[in-house]
């Protein structure tokens, strides 16, 4: 195997990785492995995939770990509001919104 179709395949399996299918059928112009993504298929010997591999250079576990410090820095903001808010309505919707970010936390799959 040569050098360039190694790396043709460490990228399909890369893409793969970002949630693409490899097809059984290789590319009908050039023999290259083919790839299904969001409904297109992609040839990675003659496809340009630089979108799908910056559009998605983002994990899955980097974005949970980033929401999970969001939510907890915004329901420590919402929790300390809350102990000096003296209006009532203001305290229902300060309630309402750390029940949500306090939702949102308990679904974020737990490491
Ligand atoms: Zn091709």
């Known amino acids: ?22 097809l059984a059928e290789p590319c009908p112009d050039d ?3 083919q790839v299904r993504y969001r409904g ?5 010997s003659h496809d340009d995939l630089s979108a799908i591999t910056k559009a998605r ?4 576990d ?11 820095a915004r ?7 809350l102990g000096t808010e003296r209006d009532p309505a203001k305290q229902d919707q ?3 919104l750390a029940s ?8 974020l799959p737990q490491k």
Do not use: P
């Open 1 to 22: 195997m040569s050098g360039a179709s190694r790396d043709r395949m460490k990228l399909a399996a890369d893409l793969v990785s970002r949630g693409a299918t490899m």
């Open 31 to 33: 023999g290259g492995i």
């Open 40 to 44: 297109k298929v992609y040839c990675t």
């Open 57 to 60: 250079s983002v994990s899955y």
């Open 62 to 72: 980097t974005v949970v770990a980033q929401m999970r410090e969001v939510l907890l």
């Open 75 to 81: 329901l420590n903001e919402t929790a300390a509001a």
């Open 94 to 96: 300060l309630v309402s």
């Open 100 to 107: 949500k970010y306090f939702d949102l936390l308990q679904k």
